[in-house]
Each structure stands twice: as structure tokens, then as C-alpha cells.
């Protein structure tokens, strides 16, 4: 096990240091960023001399090497548009998205599994042919014209809940079901699938043939065999929330780290865009690792793999 | 067939239709402005006489117009994007496959690590750093999504390296580039083509979701994204122009993924195991 944990925290590392050189590739792509922080009649000699200020005078791997540095010891980069530094920035907005992204999953996981469950012992009834539909269009509606529809019809026609900018728990709800809609409907459909495929065997049957109850060959015997791929489906949103968090928050105009980078691309501010990836990503390997040495503390065939 | 395979090939038939005959069958020029009929709702008569089956917009451009139009633009980006995203991977999957163990954990580091960073946030970053328009938008998804086609091409690499023809080919002396493509690639192709097919209907949100910010095509080329982000500021007004747009890109993805579904559906189940 401990053997496990070492070799999956040094595959986070390397990922986290790919993802930095992937930065630092597009950082050298951006451009020359003295056309931007300085004003468009500035000198030459002032471009030359801020250029060699920020150490772009340098050959690029001191360059490559520097930024590695100062990223270990926490310093993201100044943002150009906050004047501040832009770590400083992404972490107080980070709780936000999180919570986002939390509350859609927990109600993406709330709404599913029932949902799924019904589904698959209601094979071919009205119900599964319900959830069949929610996971397809959940599947394939763009959430950001959902959370359009949301605002048209709960916000400005029927004016029951806040849309753009609110405060407060209200003003959660609807970027929270927005946000959750695509989980719902992977975790519907893998919920379906895998309980059809649980309550055809044998085991089930001969449960059934003891006499026990149905809710607890449901519960006990089916879902709980049902779970590993529902789990392990689980554990994968999280990336895909954090990505549909930058579109959902521009919608509802909420103030999490999303927004924040696409305006930050609009106003330019590529060390603000920078931070936002590099914190992100952080965040999402440590989940996926934690995630993963959970599975393996729970099914020890996954050491050996 | 199966209803979700004839569903999804009469979708995709009706988006080239649209995309290939835009020219003669879209009511007017998808950018003629006429503001005096601005805003005019689905099938009503405006000042000149002229009805607009699904309205038009603030500047009195034909709604039915720009989304025949904005048919291209999604086309031309999935197809780019899913095309270069299929070489790329494919080409990586192979290489990681078929030589060797070097070769091997520098591939999959490689996904790993793309795989790790949520594809927006990448995308918002290559744009910030290029600047939007179709190409990058385009690079923009192949960069991370290779890795997907990548990692089922390693899978099932590793299926064919064990079977016995595979064996033959090289026994025989047949070269490496050619074992690849005129024997492993059609034993491929099945699984690869699902692949695709599910990855087209992502491409089509993400370049929709791209525009809609203002990230993706420029504002003057009619697509789904850009028509939602306009009409966003009319949506208590002129709610067509929210929701048409948004019904055709949800239309769109529906078909790819139907496709997609019905072909693993079609595969054998040796093959359908790689997918899971």
C-alpha cells in the first residue's frame, strides 16, 4: 500500500510540473508582454529596460528555470489588471468554486441514483424511458444555454429565484442545478447499467429465493454491488465541474475563480489566466490522487496494476 | 438499424445538408441587415412584407439564415478539431504500443498530464496566449483531447500485439510503418470510430461554449455560440434568440452521440470491452 501511495504521489508531481512547462510554452507564445503593461508610445529604451527587468533578456531555460522557482515558492505572477499578486486573487475566489462544484455534484448524486435505480427496475416502463431522456439531453445540452432557459423561465418570467450577481443561498440554486444537469445524467445512466447488470445474477436470485425483503435485496445486495463503477464514475467529475464552473459562472455572473479567468483573458491578463490553470489543476490532481489511493485502500486489486 | 442509429445519421444528414447547400437554401444572406425589421418574431410579416420563419435579430438579420450558416462553422471546427485530435492520438498510441517501454511511459505520462488540466481552463489559456479565431480554437481541443484517442489506441494496441497475425506480419518481415497502417488501423477502426463520433459531439459544445464567451469565432462568422451570446441581452424580449441557437447545438451533439452509441452498440464484444 505505502508503495502505492509513493508512486502515485510521484505521478501527481510529474503532472503538476507538466502542466507548469505547459504554462511556460504559452507564456513564450504570448508574446512580448511590454506591449501590454507599458503605454503604446512608450521608448524603446523603457520596453528594453523593463524587458530586462522582468528577466526576459535571459536565455529562455533560466527563464524556464526561474519560473519554476518562484511557481514552488507560491508566486504566481502579478496580475496586470488587479495590480495585485494573482495568487492573492485565485485563492480568495477558489472557496467559491468549490462550493459550486460541491453542491452540483452532491445534487447531480442526489437526483441520479434514485433516479437510476428507478430506471432499472422499471425496465422499459414509462420511468426508464424518463431517465433515458434526462441523461440524453443532460448529456448533450450545452450548459451554458441551460443555465439561459433556467434565468428565462425561473428568474425573469416566473421571478421566483435570483439570476446574475445575486447574494446567498437563493441566489445558488440555479447555477448549482445548471452545473449538475451533465453529472446527473453520466451517473443516471452509469447507475442504470450497472444495477440491470447486478440484479441479473445469480446472487440476487438466490437472495430472493431466501425470502428476503425486496428493499433489502435492492439496497443491500444490489446497490451496494452496483457501486464500484457508480464510485469510480464519481470521482471522475470533479474535472469536468471545475471546467463547466468557467461557463457557468460567467452565465449567472458568479464570482469564482472561472470568472475570474475568462475575464482575465478578456482584459489580456495572462499571469491572472496562468494562476487560475496552475491552482485548478493543483487542486483537481490532489482530489484525483486522494481519490485513488481511497480505491486502492478499498479494493486491493488496484495495487497491482 | 436501431432508432438511435437512423435519429443520428438524419441529423447528420441534415447539418451537411445545411452546411453544404447553405448558399441555396437559406432565405437570405445570413448577414444582410435590414434594422428597420429588427427583433420581428417567428413567422410574423415585418415592414417590407418579408416573413422571417424563425424571426429575426436586433439588427433584422434572418435567424433561419444564420443558423443554416452557423452549420459550417460547427462542422468545420468538430471535424478539424476531432481530425487532428484522431492523428495526433493515434500516431501516440501506437508509439506507446508497439515500442517499447520507453516509448511507452512517455506517452502515457503525456496523457496524464493533458488529461489532468480541465479542458476549458487549457483552451482559455492557448486563447489568451494566441488569441481567438477557428484555428486556435481548433488547436486548442486537439492539444488536450489526443490523449483520449491516445489511451484507447494503447488499449487496444496491447489486444493486437497478442494476436497471432499481428505475430506474422512481423515474423514475415512486413515494415513497421506498413504493419500500421494496412493491418493494425482497420483492426482499429471499430472502436476508433465511436471514439470520434463521441468526441464530435463534445467538440461542437466546446466550440459553441468557446463562441458564446466571445473566445472562439469571431463575431462577423454566423455560428450557434455567437447567435446564443447575442441573444442573451434580449432574452426577456425575444426569447427565439435564445432558444433556437441552443436547440440546434443540442441537436447536434444529441446526433453525434447517437452515432456513437450505435456503433459500439454494432462492435463486437471483444472490442466494446476497450470502451468501457
Redesign the interface.
Known amino acids: 500500500m505505502l508503495a502505492y501511495i509513493v508512486r502515485r504521489l510521484l505521478?501527481m508531481v510529474?503532472?503538476v510540473a507538466?502542466?507548469m512547462s505547459?504554462?511556460f510554452v504559452?507564456?513564450k507564445?504570448?508574446?512580448d508582454p511590454t506591449l501590454i503593461l507599458l503605454p503604446v508610445d512608450a521608448s524603446a529604451e523603457a520596453r528594453v529596460l523593463l524587458r530586462s527587468q522582468l528577466g526576459l533578456d535571459r536565455p529562455v531555460w533560466q527563464q524556464y528555470l526561474a519560473f519554476l522557482g518562484r511557481v514552488a515558492t507560491g508566486d504566481l505572477g502579478h496580475s496586470w489588471k488587479f495590480n495585485q499578486p494573482a495568487a492573492a486573487v485565485v485563492l480568495e475566489a477558489l472557496p467559491r468554486t468549490l462550493l459550486l462544484a460541491g453542491l452540483a455534484l452532491l445534487f447531480g448524486i442526489a437526483t441520479a441514483i434514485p433516479l437510476g435505480i428507478l430506471a432499472a427496475i422499471h425496465r422499459g416502463r414509462w420511468v426508464d424511458t424518463l431517465a433515458t431522456a434526462i441523461a440524453?439531453?443532460g448529456?448533450?445540452?450545452?450548459?451554458?444555454?441551460l443555465g439561459?432557459?433556467l434565468?428565462?423561465v425561473f428568474g425573469?418570467r416566473l421571478r421566483w429565484l435570483p439570476t446574475i450577481g445575486g447574494e446567498g443561498v437563493a441566489a445558488l440554486i440555479l447555477p448549482t442545478i445548471t452545473l449538475g444537469v451533465l453529472t446527473m445524467a453520466r451517473i443516471a445512466r452509469i447507475t442504470r447499467s450497472s444495477m440491470l447488470e447486478v440484479m441479473g445474477q445469480d446472487f440476487i436470485r438466490t437472495v430472493r429465493a431466501k425470502g428476503m425483503g425486496e428493499p433489502n435485496v435492492l439496497f443491500k445486495h444490489g446497490l451496494r454491488n452496483a457501486m464500484v463503477p457508480i464510485a469510480v464514475l464519481i470521482g471522475l467529475q470533479l474535472?469536468?465541474l471545475?471546467?463547466?464552473a468557467?461557463?457557468v459562472e460567467?452565465v449567472f455572473s458568479y464570482p469564482g475563480v472561472?470568472r475570474l479567468?475568462?475575464n482575465?483573458?478578456?482584459a489580456?491578463d495572462?499571469p491572472m489566466?496562468?494562476a487560475?490553470?496552475l491552482v485548478?489543476?493543483v487542486v483537481?490532481?490532489l482530489v484525483?490522487t486522494l481519490v485513488d489511493i481511497i480505491c486502492a485502500a478499498l479494493n486491493p486489486q488496484i495495487r497491482l496494476t | 438499424m436501431s432508432s438511435k442509429g437512423v435519429i443520428g445519421f438524419a441529423i447528420l444528414a441534415a447539418m451537411l445538408a445545411a452546411a453544404l447547400l447553405a448558399r441555396w437554401i437559406a432565405p437570405t444572406d445570413p448577414n444582410e441587415q435590414d434594422i428597420l425589421n429588427g427583433l420581428a418574431a417567428p413567422f410574423s410579416r415585418g415592414e417590407t412584407g418579408n416573413v422571417a420563419i424563425l424571426g429575426t435579430d436586433r439588427l433584422g438579420q434572418d435567424v433561419l439564415s444564420r443558423i443554416i450558416y452557423g452549420a459550417r462553422v460547427s462542422l468545420i471546427v468538430a471535424f478539424g478539431a476531432v481530425g487532428l485530435s484522431a492523428v495526433i492520438g493515434i500516431a501516440a498510441g501506437c508509439v506507446a504500443g508497439f515500442m517499447g517501454r520507453v516509448a511507452q511511459s512517455l506517452v502515457l505520462?503525456?496523457t496524464?498530464?493533458?488529461?489532468?488540466?480541465?479542458?476549458?481552463?487549457?483552451a482559455?489559456?492557448?486563447?489568451?496566449?494566441?488569441g481567438a479565431g477557428i484555428v486556435n480554437v481548433i488547436v486548442a481541443f486537439a492539444m488536450v483531447r489526443w490523449a483520449q484517442f491516445a489511451r484507447i489506441t494503447y488499449a487496444l494496441a496491447l489486444e493486437i500485439r497478442e494476436r497471432e497475425w499481428f505475430q506474422a506480419c512481423r515474423a514475415g518481415g512486413i515494415g513497421f510503418g506498413r504493419t500500421m497502417l494496412v493491418h493494425v488501423l482497420p483492426n482499429m477502426s471499430g472502436p476508433l470510430l465511436v471514439v470520434a463520433s463521441l468526441e464530435l459531439?463534445y467538440a461542437i459544445?466546446m466550440e459553441?461554449?468557446l463562441s458564446?464567451?466571445?473566445?472562439g469565432v469571431p463575431p462577423e462568422v454566423p455560428s450557434w455560440?455567437g447567435m446564443?451570446q447575442e441573444g442573451?441581452n434580449e432574452?426577456?424580449t425575444a426569447?427565439w434568440l435564445?432558444?433556437l441557437p441552443?436547440t440546434a447545438?443540442?441537436?447536434a451533439?444529441?446526433g453525434f452521440?447517437f452515432l456513437g452509441d450505435w456503433l459500439r452498440d454494432r462492435l463486437d464484444p471483444g472490442l466494446q470491452q476497450v470502451l468501457r
Open positions: 505521478l510529474i503532472v507538466g502542466v505547459i504554462i504559452l507564456q507564445l504570448a508574446g440524453t439531453i448529456q448533450a445540452i450545452p450548459v451554458y444555454w439561459l432557459l434565468i428565462m425573469a474535472g469536468s471545475l471546467g463547466g468557467v461557463i460567467t472561472g479567468a475568462v482575465a483573458v478578456y489580456r495572462f489566466v496562468q487560475v490553470v485548478v489543476t483537481f490532481s484525483n | 505520462t503525456a496524464d498530464i493533458v488529461l489532468s488540466i480541465p479542458f476549458v481552463l487549457l482559455l489559456a492557448l486563447i489568451s496566449a494566441l459531439a459544445l459553441s461554449g458564446f464567451l466571445g473566445l455560440g446564443l442573451r432574452m426577456e426569447w435564445t432558444t441552443g447545438i443540442m441537436l451533439a444529441i452521440n
